[in-house]
C-alpha cells in the first residue's frame, strides 16, 4: 500500500444558479475542508443572466480553493464543463452539478473508490433518482440503453454527472455538443477502466432545470 493521496480538481457547470451557489459553496466547503489533500474548486459561469457571477464572487472571496470561469454567453452545460476540464490541474477531477441534485458529501466516496480500484474512472449512478418519470427517467433509461449498446460501455446512469476521472485521462478527450454523457465511454475507449457507485440524489428545489424535450434529440445526434 502507497499512502500517496491523489490531489483533486472539482469542476462545475453553473448557469441561472442564483439561488444555489451559497448553499453550494457551504456544502463543497464541509465536504472538502477535512479531506487531507491539496484541492481546487473550479466553477465555471456559463453565461448567467442573473446575479449568479456575483454570488461566485463572494463565495471565491470566503473560500480560497474556488477558481471562477466566466463565459460572455451561454455555450451550454458540456462547453462549460470542458472549460473546466481544461483548466484543472489536479491529479483526479471530479464533476457535479451546480443545483444541489448532487451532493458534494459523496466526492470523497467516489475519490476513495477511484484509489482503491486504481480504475480511470467511477461514475454515480442516481439509483433513486428524484426527477419526473415520465419526461425525465423514461428517456434516461432509453437513452441509457442505446449509449450502452452504440458505445459497448455498460454503465446504469450516464446522465449523472457527479462523476470522478483520473485527468491524464479525462484530457485526452475532445467535448462538445451534448457529449459530457459520453465522457465515461470516450475514457473507456482510450484504456481506462470504469466503476460505479450509487450517490444521493436530491430533487432540485431552487431554480429552474434548463433543459426540455429537445435535449433528448441533441443527445441522440451526438450519439451517432
Ligand atoms: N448548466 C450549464 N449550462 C447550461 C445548462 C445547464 O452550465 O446551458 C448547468 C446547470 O447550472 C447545472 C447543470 O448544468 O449545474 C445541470 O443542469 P440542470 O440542472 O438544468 O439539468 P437537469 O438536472 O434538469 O438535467
Ligand atoms: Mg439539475
Known amino acids: ?34 479531506i487531507g489533500r491539496a484541492y481546487e474548486i473550479l466553477l465555471v459561469d456559463d453565461g448567467s443572466r442573473d ?8 463565495a471565491a472571496a470566503r473560500y480560497p480553493h474556488f477558481r ?5 454567453r451561454n455555450f451550454g452545460q458540456t462547453a462549460a464543463m470542458s472549460a473546466g476540464i481544461d483548466a484543472a490541474k489536479n491529479d483526479v477531477i471530479v464533476t457535479l452539478d451546480a443545483d444541489l441534485q448532487n451532493d458534494p458529501a459523496d466526492i470523497p466516496m467516489l475519490v476513495a473508490e477511484m484509489e482503491k480500484s486504481g480504475y480511470a474512472v467511477v461514475s454515480g449512478w442516481r439509483k433513486d433518482r428524484k426527477d419526473a418519470f415520465l419526461n425525465r427517467r ?8 442505446l449509449i450502452s449498446r452504440i458505445t459497448g460501455v455498460k454503465l446504469h446512469d450516464y446522465g449523472c454527472t457527479l462523476k470522478a476521472y483520473r485527468r491524464d485521462v479525462l484530457q485526452g478527450v475532445r467535448l462538445y455538443g451534448e457529449m459530457h ?44
Open 68 to 72: 471562477l470561469i466566466r463565459f460572455r
Open 1 to 34: 500500500m502507497t499512502s500517496y493521496s491523489s490531489s483533486l480538481s472539482v469542476v462545475i457547470p453553473v448557469f441561472n444558479e442564483e439561488a444555489n451557489v451559497a448553499a453550494l459553496a457551504e456544502k463543497l466547503h464541509a465536504a472538502l475542508s477535512g
Open 138 to 145: 423514461l428517456q434516461s433509461m432509453l437513452a441509457n440503453g
Open 51 to 58: 446575479a449568479t457571477w456575483e454570488r461566485l464572487k463572494a
Open 181 to 224: 454523457r459520453f465522457i465515461p465511454a470516450l475514457c473507456s475507449w482510450i484504456g481506462g477502466d470504469i466503476s460505479e457507485v450509487v450517490v444521493s440524489h436530491y430533487p432540485r428545489v431552487a431554480g429552474q432545470s434548463k433543459y426540455g424535450i429537445g435535449r433528448t434529440f441533441r443527445v441522440i445526434l451526438d450519439l451517432f
